[in-house]
């Protein structure tokens, strides 16, 4: 037994930045983001924080499932800007929707959302927990240095989740994980102990786009083709993919080496938020649910990437 999707729920801060506004802050140009990455524009939140964010993609996904927040046995959420690092956002978010159960946090950058799914999917499956709320929320923008135009270009402001019941519904999973810190990294505060040997750090996220580029470009097909050949699923069941908006090249890359899945069936929205890491996977989830793409029965490929280096590739019935 693992999990059915019971409902979805996302939240976008109201302020959007588009690439002309972000010309008038670095040298960069409409037409070089859009055509290097497919983003037009990001939301960006000015006046809420992350747990804020997350609490409100929260409500609006018991609100779909039909689930009352005093039903929940667990709340999952993930982020790598989060309010604070103690307490957890998951905590935050349990208090703001009224809730009274077990709240923690994972740390998996982007591919956090579906390794918010496989721990649900795990403890679903003892019987543990009857109904599981998993929530991905960022504010990019406050972990960015908006002097970069390499970085600040790329990512967005935002909040998504889904409520997850016991199901047969979780077909199966693959997991890559090559420990590095050099391609991408967020450091942390260093303190201020006159002996200490670290050196304060730039407090920003960092990133080797081009080596980034290469790593997802090779290891999201291959993720993929890992993940059906074990759970022996024909390219051409697939109904859908929902990747990691990181850009759209990345995407279009991936659809390429997996010839038997028809390119428009990677599905895309990163045009409209930029890159929301841990938010991004169910955002696009919960925009697909309402406009109502997926049919029952669907076969829908998830694929994450990001820091770590990590790659998460997971394949759910609708
Ligand atoms: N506007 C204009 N020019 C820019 C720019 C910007 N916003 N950012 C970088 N450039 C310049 C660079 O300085 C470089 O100039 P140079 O050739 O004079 O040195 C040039 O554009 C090309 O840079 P490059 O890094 O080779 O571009 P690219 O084609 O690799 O695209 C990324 C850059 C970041 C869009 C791309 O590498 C990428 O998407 N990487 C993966 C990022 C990702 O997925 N991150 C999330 C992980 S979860």
Known sequence: MSFHILGTGSYVPPVVVTNDDLAKIV??????????????????????????????????????????????????????????ICPNMACLVQRAIGAACPAFDLNGACSAFLLLLETAAAYLSTGRYRKILCVGAEQM???????????C??????????????????????????????????????????????????????????????????????????????????????AWVVCHQANRRIIEAAARRLKDIADEKFLINIEDYGNTSAASIPLLLDECNRAGTFKKGDLIVLAAFGGGLSCVAALIRW
């Not at 997350?54 to 929940?72: I, M, P, Q």
């Open 27 to 84: 040298e960069t140009n409409d037409e070089w983001i859009t055509t290097r990455t497919g983003i037009r524009r990001r939301h960006v939140a000015v006046d809420e924080t992350t747990s804020e964010m997350a609490a409100k993609a929260a409500s609006a996904a018991l609100e779909n499932s039909g689930v009352s927040a005093d039903e929940l046995d667990l709340i999952l959420c993930a982020t790598v800007s989060g309010d604070y």
């Open 141 to 151: 923008s406050r972990i960015l240095d908006w002097t970069d135009r390499s970085t």
């Open 153 to 238: 270009i790329l990512f967005g402001d935002g909040a998504a989740g889904v409520v997850l019941e016991p199901g047969e519904n979780y077909l199966g999973s693959q997991l890559v994980f090559r420990g590095s810190e050099e391609l991408l990294n967020l450091p942390t505060s260093t303190g201020t102990f006159p002996g200490s040997r670290l050196e304060a750090q730039h407090p920003y996220v960092y990133m080797n786009g081009s080596e980034v580029y290469k790593f997802a470009t090779r290891i999201v097909p291959q993720a993929i083709q890992q993940l059906l050949d074990k759970t022996g699923t024909p390219q051409s069941d697939v």
